[in-house]
């Protein structure tokens, strides 16, 4: 054990504290002096208190809208006889794969005030001068956020209500509890950690976000911390008060984290445990004609957070002028633009083998300090998930700053190779996957594993035969919630990047700065359909499935 | 022995002079000196980086690319943040391009650095003397003025009749231009940047104090600027620049520039070569390139810019460059307060 801290905590720190030193060092710094100024700055700037609020206000929106959504379906797809679960499982994991940015590109092409489509033809429809819906304002970027963050909240739900014990549901029933009251006082506590891990997650990557709030936040002359730390980097940088920012960030996120706890403290007293070994039939509701609405509201969800997305950018994709809308004539000749230039080629071949490699090192690496959290009694164990939490909360523009100051130097420089790109994913992104292993091993009582032992089996193979397959499904959701923001990660990428280690999502955005919607639209279209290939190439092949666990 | 017994007979030898004539009149014609065309050829590849927006680079790419034969490893961000990422990359010693294009000179701080390398060209004795005064020749030689864009207005004819179309700066901050104005980034764009730093002197920063009443949108670079004004989204732009606009004229879109009466702010595009050159002759190619007759003629007939040549004709239908108002900026002044200018922007546009 002693080894295994040591080995995480050399990793953690190469990945996370290293760079994270290094902007410390900046923000009390002023022309290479130590000094508090960045700071004394900070606090007496009526911008950047206001940009604390605006980012506040957009964390706490997209963290109520996004949990609803996410709990919503996700009691749906588990625990009701609506139709077509199987469908909205497999399909609700899309919005994650589409960039934050793209996203809020295809609202803005919708709901752009003046020349969005639905309210060009609103305004037609009616007959009137009004807007339907400006996505230009605090609530349209919480919104379009929301359809983007909702599936770390469903995914978290899902599995835990997937993995419940049925027999508690039962027992409940049995002594005389109806179904809505067993939902309130069986149901819902047991999976508030999932519940509580996926809402601090959407929290701690609203505030964080950087492409949509500076697509929309921005135009509408809104300004958030990512927005306002990404525009110190403009020459001359601002190293130091861009450091000195990103610490209200980390602040944010310590505030949450201490939410989680004193909530998970709240309920001290509840065993969260639920896989027992037990097995017997999910309890699943009834709910008659109301499961058309149900679905319904399932499906008006996707839509808005998918179809219509997704379908805004096929079509454009397929414009021959953006401007013109139909009557230009519609066109293949964007994808073939996306087929035959190298430089989107390369982009996508970029993005791809650090995907993999990020989600496939992030994974293990993850699943060692979940187990080291949940198993264990190590001394240390705060100091190792501060460090595996805390990089959500930086912003990925300054994690990629920190990370190029710290990895393009001296004998250790990294600089236009994808590594140095490579190290700054896992390190933003290896919280996902801690979170989602933490709370697949909080429900793996510890019982199974001690009863193992109890038989003579050593930790390894207790780990082999136990452990690993009760919480595959988790270990496997733990990758792709990894895999898929990698693909379109921006803001760190887009200060490493090299005309050769250029990722998609740099390739995506600089098209939009350019003005080239199409051909943005039709590399993501092309990125999606290829990263869908590949999800359920992946799963058909390995057997995924966000299923129960069986003993 | 009969002539068609000899090993290279005459006819052969006509040919081979032929060719090699026409060879030698393409390269002279083109102006480039043969023995950096070889040496260009030997390096194989240039590493280029640009602010100038992708369908023109790529377009150069191609055209130095299919004319020599040499790879262009082509980087395209907006000026500011390209600056901003050879400054980053010049300290961290791991800088990769040859030669930059930028939409603002690399000076100050970049010359103290030492991280421009001088060239002098041979192609500025062809450049008339206003150009080298006013577009901002570097009489030190550390960069090179390309070509001529000019920052202006621009409107959607079919949302703005002309009669409603602005004629000068201070006519955008009508309050009738409310909610239909839009502006580029300074902070990422170095030609918005540069206008910024003029009108703010010209107008002081009460300018921008009243245009902020008229809330603008404030779009990354000009790119998405003129997809945003041909739209109708924001059928104003309130800065643009002539190159941005050029494709979507030509392709017919309903799109009318302005001169300002109160004088049109030129921003050439200058090329440099950073300290960290890597394919020397190659870079000194493609900037000698750029510089050539036929690359000027193609970007005024095609880009709408005025070639930086002496005696080349203008953009087609645009009037004289001697014969614009001009707004010059005060490229010290741009330089020593950049951040500041920056700033003063946001706070007062917000």
Known sequence: MRLVMITCSLVLGVLVAYPIIYLAIFSLTVDGQLSLDNYLHMFTSSRYAESFLNTAVVGVLVTLIASAFGIFMGWAVTRTNMPWKQFIRNFSFVPFLVPSYVGAMAYVFLFGPRAGYVNEGFRWLFHTEATFFNVFSLTGLALVMSFYCFPLVFLQVTSALDSLDPSLEEAAQISGASRLRTVYRITIPIITPAIINGAILVFVFAIALFGAPLIIAQAARIWVLTTRIFAFFSPPPNFGLASALSTMLIFLVVLALIGQQMALRLGSGRAYTTITGKVGAKQVSNLGGWRFLVLGGCLLIFFLAVILPLMTMLVISLFKIHGHGFSSGLTLEHYWQVLTSKFCLRAIKNSLILAFGTATLCSLIALVLAYIEVRTKAPGKGVLRFLTTMPLAIPGTVMGVGVLLAWSRGFFNLYGTLIIILIALMARFITFGYQTLCASLRQLDPALEEAARISGATWGQTMRKIVLPLIKDGFLSAWILIFIPSVGELAATVMLFTSQTVPVSVAMFDSFSEGVFQQVAALSIFVLVLIVLIFFVFRRFLGIRFAPAQS | ?350
């Open chain 2, 1 to 350: 022995m009969h002539l068609k017994d000899r090993p290279i007979n005459l006819l052969t030898l006509c040919l081979t002079a032929m060719v090699l004539g026409l060879f030698a009149f393409t390269e002279a014609k083109a102006g480039l000196d043969p023995k950096l065309i070889e040496a260009a050829k030997k390096e194989g590849v240039v590493n280029w980086a640009t602010g100038m927006t992708r369908p023109y680079s790529e377009a150069l790419q191609k055209m130095f690319q299919d004319e020599f034969g040499i790879k262009v490893n082509l980087t395209r961000i907006g000026t500011e943040a390209l600056l901003g990422r050879f400054m980053m990359e010049m300290e961290s010693g791991v800088c990769e391009f040859d030669l930059l294009t930028t939409g603002k000179p690399p000076s100050g701080k970049y010359l103290e650095k030492k991280w421009v390398a001088k060239y002098d060209s041979p192609s500025l004795a062809r450049m008339s003397p206003r150009t080298i005064k006013e577009v901002y020749h570097d009489p030190q030689g550390f960069w090179t003025p390309t070509l001529i864009d000019l920052q202006l207005i621009s409107y959607n004819s079919k949302v703005i009749p002309e009669a409603e179309a602005p004629k000068n700066w201070t006519d955008l901050l009508d309050p009738k231009y409310k909610d239909k104005l839009a502006h580029a980034d300074p902070r990422y764009s170095g030609t918005a940047m540069l206008t910024v730093a003029a009108l703010s002197q010209f107008y002081g920063w009460d300018y921008y104090a009243k245009m902020g009443k008229n809330k603008p949108m404030i779009t990354r670079g000009h790119g998405a600027l003129v997809e945003i004004m041909i739209t109708g989204e924001r059928p104003v732009a309130a800065e643009m620049l002539l190159l941005t606009v050029a494709k979507p004229i030509k392709s017919g879109e309903p799109i009318k520039n302005v001169f300002p009466t109160d004088g049109t702010v030129p921003t050439p595009w200058q090329t440099f070569l950073s300290t960290s050159v890597k394919h020397p002759n190659a870079a000194k190619l493609f900037l000698e390139y750029f510089l050539s007759d036929e690359v000027q003629k193609y970007c005024a007939e095609n880009w709408l810019l005025y070639p930086v040549i002496d005696g080349l004709p203008n953009p087609p239908e645009f009037p004289q460059l001697a014969d614009i108002k001009l707004m010059p900026v005060d490229l010290d002044r741009a330089e020593k307060e950049e951040e500041s200018i920056k700033n003063k922007f946001w706070e007062n546009i917000e």
